[in-house]
Nanobody, 115 residues
Framework: QVQLVESGGGLVQPGGSLRLSCAAS????????MHWYRQAPGNQRELVAF???????NYADSVKGRFTVSRDNTKNTMYLQMNSLKPEDTAVYYC?????????WGQGTQVTVSS
C-alpha cells in the first residue's frame, strides 16, 4: 500500500513557475514508476510526465522544455518543476505510483495560471 500526498499548487501568473511535490509513504518508494497527471474541467485526465524507478523521464509534448520531473528516493518524494506556465496548464495535478501490478493516486493539487 502506498499513500501519496501532493502539495505546491496555487495561483500563478502566466510565465511564472511552481514546484509540485508528491510525498509517498507506506511502501518502498524507489521501486515504483512515478507519474504526474492533470485534469482540467471538462477534460479527461492526461499524462504530463513520468519518471521510472531507474530515473528515465518522459514528457507530454505540451510541456516539453518547460516542465521537469525528478525524484529523491531518500525523501520518498517526486517533484514537478513547472516553468513558463500558461493558462492552458490550469488543472488539478495528480501523482500516481505504479509497479505494473498495482497503482496508487494522490488527492490532487490545484494549479491555476491566470493574470
Amino acid at each position: 500500500q502506498v499513500q501519496l500526498v501532493e502539495s505546491g499548487g496555487g495561483l500563478v501568473q502566466p510565465g511564472g513557475s511552481l514546484r509540485l511535490s508528491c510525498a509517498a509513504s507506506g511502501s518502498i518508494f524507489s521501486i515504483y514508476h512515478m507519474h504526474w497527471y492533470r485534469q482540467a474541467p471538462g477534460n479527461q485526465r492526461e499524462l504530463v510526465a513520468f519518471i521510472t524507478s531507474a530515473g528515465v523521464t518522459n514528457y507530454a509534448d505540451s510541456v516539453k522544455g518547460r516542465f521537469t520531473v525528478s525524484r529523491d528516493n531518500t525523501k520518498n518524494t517526486m517533484y514537478l518543476q513547472m516553468n513558463s506556465l500558461k493558462p492552458e496548464d490550469t488543472a488539478v495535478y495528480y501523482c500516481n505510483a505504479g509497479n505494473g501490478v498495482t497503482s496508487y493516486w494522490g488527492q490532487g493539487t490545484q494549479v491555476t495560471v491566470s493574470s
